[in-house]
């Protein structure tokens, strides 16, 4: 076998693209509804996750956390847990952590768990030879401690707030345009904190080979998750490898490397053996990463006419002492909607509860609901049809920057989604609709969600018999990587999608952005994009054409009057493209967003308090879109995800020690199949944004969470004539409204 020939292809984006070279491939496979090819071995058991399969002599180990919220561990029963049955270990280690890195670190989060910042954190591993020996061991393990509870922040009332002046924003005077205007609000939302509950618990199997670490875990960007493994070691990283080849779901939970994956490697290096470590769901909801709670000021103005003159949203969020990450609540808030009167202020307070970290869209899916919610009820104040009056305040460039948009199809979605709903039906007197003990009401929500992109790269290779495989370490966390990566590769190169491979969840593999921020598939996807590129310049030499005269389908080529199959090229050699992707110039000189609107219906009991969502319709813009099933299956995840965050999710704290009370499925509701009304999905397959990336795709992933709590309260307010500004809408809440 001879070495493949290497050919490679950078991009940045600089300007923007002109080439569309997926609209001009001609061969159908991109945006089709393909089936995943990691479908069938999910549905039918034999995809493995992180702790399965586990490797010959794997032993078990269980995280003993803290039961005081503040304070230090100032002993520990050890020789009792070693005298255990199957006790191998009991690792109390410096370089264990306190809490998960933040997505994208890149290096080790605060280490040294015998430092106690909030209840629940892990302070030890118990190691046994059976998963069941470890944790009665972990159950038995008795910490002493230097309580400091009492000195312990647990509630937002009595934090100290930091205001980052990089994250403040002011034009104009607001003041003056709220004294002025016509009509104005200023209102007071909250939020709660919410948990991922992703359906597989984090988990993490690690061993040692020939001084060289592997973890298989639960992860969502490998590139940076491996330097934060190889960090918190203190280890080359070229002595770590991660893998993760399937993922059950992580909504951002599972972004930054977490303390399984640290305590299971120290001690399968302590032990010589490989050490499994998962997480039941109680230590899942208090020491993985939760959604900060919230309280937003927003303030909006207009004139007579219904132009709005100001815009003002304030925020206060929370996460740990030092922790730099907070919600960004008003990231899209800037730029949303006109008025020259501008005012954003973001603040975080410091509590001794579980790390705050990204939960699916941050910022968005807390901010735009409340500002949206805001919007309806300055429309209602100045007497106009919430619908009309976004449709008057839809800027023509960024306002907070003056930028042009990279491409702007907002008022597109909420028009098609006005006609669709039929919103001309919505009662035009809040409360006035009833259906024997129902008030019916309609509302809706503008859907914004930024545009981002990561430095990736992809290895794209053709072999001599005519099939291709893919390879990056970009996960797949149910979101459809396998497919959308297979897709652009068999575009691309003009071959069957069958006769393409895709390998992904390895960080040996060339690195990619990771599934976070909805940038995976523009950023992986991009680099496929370019490494199939760099392959069909070379076929196009070998066909003696130019790479724009050249057409490739169902493993032909053509150019000009000359019909080549693919292995005849080859002829017997292996083609290996390289490709790279970051962002550039365009993402400094335009606003890059993908856009929405979401229409519901409810209704709501005047004798219980129960609200039911009878129909929910979302129409969506997020550029090209690479497969419209793994697209509209998004959409529905995040619409549904909003049912959740409007009606039913919220972390209960008990303000005594900050411990979570409701810490398991049972007590934190997310939505099931009687919540869940029909759901319309319809996406502008005609969109395109030539400023985003090659493929001029956009995210979508997260797009259909921003705001779908929005149209809900909006439709709820409808229905009934009265305003709940603190989420979630709980029956109890919808009774004391209506007396």
Partial sequence: ??????????????????????????????????????????????????????????????????????????GFNTGELRDMPGVLAVIRDERMIRNPAQGGAGKAPYQGPAEIFYKGQPVALIVAETFEQARDAALAARPEYLDQSDKATLTPDGAEYETPPEQ???????????????????????????????????AAVAWWQDGRLTVRGSYQMLHTNAQELADSLGLDIKKVRVLSQYVGGGFGSKLGISHEAVAAAIAAQK??????????????????????????????????????????????????????????????TSFTWAGENRVIGHHIGRLNLTAAGSMRAPGEAIGVPVTEAAMDELAEAAGLDP???????????????????????????????????????????????RQGEWLIGMGMSAIIRVHMMGPSSARVTLNPDGSALVETDMTDIGTGSYSILTQIAAEML????????????????????????????????????????????KLAERMECDPDELTLKDGIATAANRRRGMAEILAGDTLQGTGTIQKGQTYQDTRQASWGAEFCEVAVSSVTGEVQIRRLTGVFAAGRILNAKTARSQCLGGMIFGIGQALLESVQTDRRDGGFVNRDLAEYHVPANLDVPDIEIELLMDDRDAYSNPMQAKGIGELATCGTAGAIVNAIANATGHRFRHFPITLDKVLEKLG
């Fill in 387 to 433: 619908v009309e009056f976004r449709l008057r305040n839809i800027p023509d460039t960024d306002p907070s920057t003056g930028k042009p948009f990279s491409n702007h199809r907002l008022a597109d979605c909420i028009r098609r989604g006005a006609e669709s709903f039929g919103w001309s039906r919505r009662p035009k007197q809040p409360g006035s609709l």
């Fill in 168 to 202: 403040q924003q002011s034009q104009g005077d607001l003041d003056q345009a709220m004294r002025d205007a016509a009509f104005s609000v200023d209102v007071e939302y909250s939020t709660p904190s919410m948990s991922h509950a992703a359906m597989e618990p984090h």
């Fill in 494 to 537: 003009g071959l069957p999608p069958e006769r393409v491979t895709t390998m992904l969840g390895d960080s040996d593999l060339p690195a990619s952005a990771g599934s976070g921020g909805s940038q995976g598939a523009g950023s992986a996807g991009s680099a496929v994009m370019m490494a199939a590129k760099a392959v069909r310049q």
């Fill in 271 to 332: 032990l010589n053996r490989p050490v499994a470590v998962a997480l039941h769901r109680r230590q899942v909801f208090e020491t993985t990463t939760r959604r900060s709670e919230s309280r937003q000021r927003v303030r909006l103005s207009c004139d007579a006419q219904g132009r709005m003159t100001g815009v003002g949203h304030e925020v206060w969020v929370s996460n740990l002492p030092a922790e730099s990450f907070s919600e960004p609540v008003t990231q899209s």
């Fill in 1 to 74: 076998m001879t070495d493949p020939i290497e050919v490679s292809h950078g991009h940045k984006m600089d300007s923007r693209d002109q080439e569309n070279l997926l609209d001009r491939t001609a061969q159908g496979i991109i945006s089709m509804p393909m089936d995943r090819p990691d479908g069938p071995l999910k549905v039918s058991g034999t995809a493995t996750y992180a702790d399965e399969d586990h490797p010959p002599g794997t032993v078990f180990g269980w995280l003993v956390r803290a039961t005081v919220a503040k304070g230090w561990v100032t």
